[in-house]
C-alpha cells in the first residue's frame, strides 16, 4: 500500500482491545511488524453456522471459496456515479495450522493518512491497473505475499466511500501457513482472523448525518467499522453461507467520512 491517501480510517483504536492475541511472530529478517494469530482458546465456541460447523475444520479449499464467489453476481460502481477513485482491497485467504483466514493490517504510526488504523490490504489503483491487479500489488507490497493471476478467485460488490474512493475487493487464494513479511513504512502489524471470527452478526447504530444504516462488527473486544466491516460481512454472506448480500447501502462512521 502506499502512503497516499487511500479513502477513511476504518477503526477507532480506542474501541479494540487487543489483549486477546495469543502468539506474535515476527518477520523473517526481523524487520517490519508483526503477525498476530489469535488461538481460540477453550470454551470458545464459533456460531452454529461458523466454517468449522459447515466444512469441517481446516477443510476449506481453493475451490470452496472460488465456487462461492463465482456463484455471487457483484456490483460494480457502489453507487459512485463514476466520480470517486478506484482503489482495491485483498481478502486473501491463507491457513494456519489447517483454520482458514484472512489478514487485517494496523497502518503504520509514521504514515501521514490515518496512522494506526485498521485496513484490509489495499490502495488506490495505479493509472492503467484493474482491481484484482492492483490488490496483488497491494499485497505484495504491505505483506510480501505475492500472488500469480491464478489466486485471484473473485470480487465482491464495490463500495464507495464517504472520502470518494471506490473500493473493489478482491478474493485470492493465498495457499497454506503462507509466511508475510510486513512493509514497516506501512504496516505496523498483520492479523491473522480465523474464519469463526469473521462468522459473526453485524451491529447497527443511527447517527443524525444520515439515514442510512452504520454497521459495524464486533471484533476481539471492540468493533470494526466500515468500509472495512462492510467488505469483511459481505464477505462472511457470500463465502461461508452463500447468501447474496449487498452492503453498499451500510453507511461509515462520521469519524471515517474525513
Known amino acids: ?28 529478517d526481523g524487520t517490519g511488524g508483526h503477525e498476530f494469530v489469535h488461538v481460540v482458546r477453550p470454551g470458545h465456541a464459533p456460531g452454529e453456522a461458523g ?6 475444520p481446516g477443510s476449506v479449499t481453493e475451490d470452496d471459496v472460488r ?20 482503489s482495491a482491497v485483498a481478502l486473501a485467504v491463507s491457513t494456519r495450522g489447517g483454520v482458514p483466514g484472512i489478514w487485517l493490517t494496523r497502518r503504520s ?18 493509472p492503467g491497473e484493474d482491481g484484482p491487479t492492483a490488490a496483488r500489488r497491494e499485497l505484495a507490497e504491505e505483506l510480501g505475499v505475492e500472488l500469480a493471476d491464478d489466486a485471484v478467485l473473485g470480487m465482491l460488490d464495490d463500495y464507495t466511500t464517504r472520502s470518494g474512493f471506490t473500493m473493489t475487493p478482491v478474493v485470492l487464494w493465498a495457499g497454506e501457513d503462507r509466511v508475510t513479511c510486513p512493509s514497516p ?21 443511527r447517527i443524525p448525518e444520515s439515514d442510512r444504516p452504520v454497521i459495524k462488527l464486533p471484533w476481539r473486544g471492540g468493533h470494526l467499522h466500515a468500509p472495512t466491516a462492510a467488505v469483511i460481512y459481505q464477505f462472511r ?15 461509515q462512521p462520521v469519524f471515517a467520512w474525513r
Open 1 to 28: 500500500m502506499d502512503t497516499r491517501d487511500t479513502g477513511p480510517s476504518d477503526t477507532d483504536l480506542s474501541d479494540l482491545d487487543l489483549s486477546d492475541l495469543d502468539l506474535s511472530v515476527a518477520a523473517p
Open 51 to 56: 466454517a468449522a460447523a459447515r466444512f469441517g
Open 67 to 86: 465456487c462461492a464467489v463465482a456463484a455471487f453476481t457483484r456490483q460494480e460502481g457502489g453507487g459512485a456515479g463514476g466520480h470517486a477513485v478506484g
Open 109 to 126: 504510526l509514521t504514515l501521514r493518512k490515518h496512522p494506526g488504523q485498521f485496513a484490509l490490504p489495499g490502495g488506490r489503483m495505479d
Open 185 to 205: 513504512d506501512e504496516v505496523a502489524d498483520v492479523f491473522f482472523v480465523p474464519f469463526d471470527e469473521l462468522d459473526i452478526e453485524p451491529l447497527f447504530d
Open 237 to 251: 454472506e457470500v463465502v461461508l453461507h452463500g447468501e447474496h448480500t449487498r452492503v453498499a447501502n451500510f453507511e
